[in-house]
């Protein structure tokens, strides 16, 4: 009883694996397709195929608009091309991020823009050295990491991270970059963890875009090593929260403002540019 147990136990568990294989498979968008809708009934995908929930999404050819239009999961997603927005104007879709972590790879010298709502609980990767903007309220749940590239999030929007607090952080890998982008007009406990120098030095976190209110409150800011934050635009740290420096360097660049009005703990203060305000 017990050989047969094992050789059933072993053929459902290879059984198992075949199917996982199977239904990731990589589907490329078509952008000949006269009808930019990404639902589970139209032909946009190559070779006229329709999209199969669980799959990973490829895109390439020429950047364009793709409205969601159904419920759908993603295992991954990959933008090959500058100019592709993913949106949702009827608001008749969901875009769930089905691995953990998902990733999402954007080329070098190329921005894809979300502006459908994520969901799902495994966490997201941003891959590849381009950026990917982050344009709508977020639902996703665990560490979005941001490994290569720069990911921008949504100017007075900073719900477009998803869920906030422990075991929902963000981390900035050296090499990488966060775009603030005027996104926090409110305090949220969004962690972040940072090293590195940014992309091609220009900063590890930064801001692009002005906010008339002068509030980037996000929640505790540690260091994994060295890090260089930049300020093209002024941004503020304020709140209940500290920054855990580690004993690491944080070198501070750009010739606008940062406003910081929370402890800085155990951490070596460069000033490289521009000014550095300690508030409150």
């Known amino acids: 009883m017990n050989i047969k147990y094992k050789s059933y136990f ?19 968008w078509d952008d000949t ?18 999209w199969t929930n669980g799959n990973s999404a490829l895109f390439g050819g020429s950047g364009e608009t793709i409205d969601v239009g159904a419920g759908l999961t993603v295992s991954a ?22 691995d953990a972590p998902t990733p999402i790879t954007v080329a070098s010298n190329c921005t894809a823009t979300i502006s459908e709502s994520l969901t799902g609980t495994g ?42 607090d422990d075991g929902n952080e963000v981390v900035i890998e050296a090499g990488a970059a966060l775009d603030l982008n005027g996104a926090y007009d409110t305090s949220r406990a969004d962690h972040i963890t940072v090293a590195g120098n940014g992309v091609n030095g220009s900063g590890a976190i930064f801001c ?32 209940q929260h500290s920054i855990f420096g580690n004993g690491y360097t944080l070198t501070k660049i750009g010739g606008s403002t940062i406003a910081i009005s ?3 703990l155990n951490c070596t203060i460069v ?9 409150n």
């Open 208 to 239: 692009s875009s002005p906010h008339t209110k002068f509030n980037q409150s996000f929640g505790r800011l540690t260091l994994a090593g060295d890090t260089t934050i930049s300020a093209q635009n002024r941004w503020d740290l304020n709140g």
């Open 271 to 279: 000033l490289n540019e521009g000014s550095l305000t300690i508030q």
């Open 10 to 28: 072993k053929l459902g568990s290879l059984l198992s694996a075949a199917t996982l294989v199977t239904t990731a498979a990589e589907q490329r």
């Open 77 to 98: 997603m990959t933008f090959e091309v500058d100019g592709y927005e993913i949106t949702d104007a009827d608001k008749n879709g969901t875009l769930w991020l089905l």
């Open 33 to 50: 397709n006269a009808v930019n809708t990404w639902n589970l009934t139209e032909t946009n995908w190559e070779n006229g195929t329709i």
């Open 262 to 264: 929370r402890p800085i």
């Open 123 to 164: 966490g997201m990767d941003k891959e590849g050295g381009g950026t990917l903007h982050l344009n709508a309220v977020n639902y996703h749940s665990g560490v979005t990491r941001i490994k290569e590239g720069i990911l921008k999030m949504a100017k007075a929007t900073p719900t477009c991270l998803g869920a906030t």
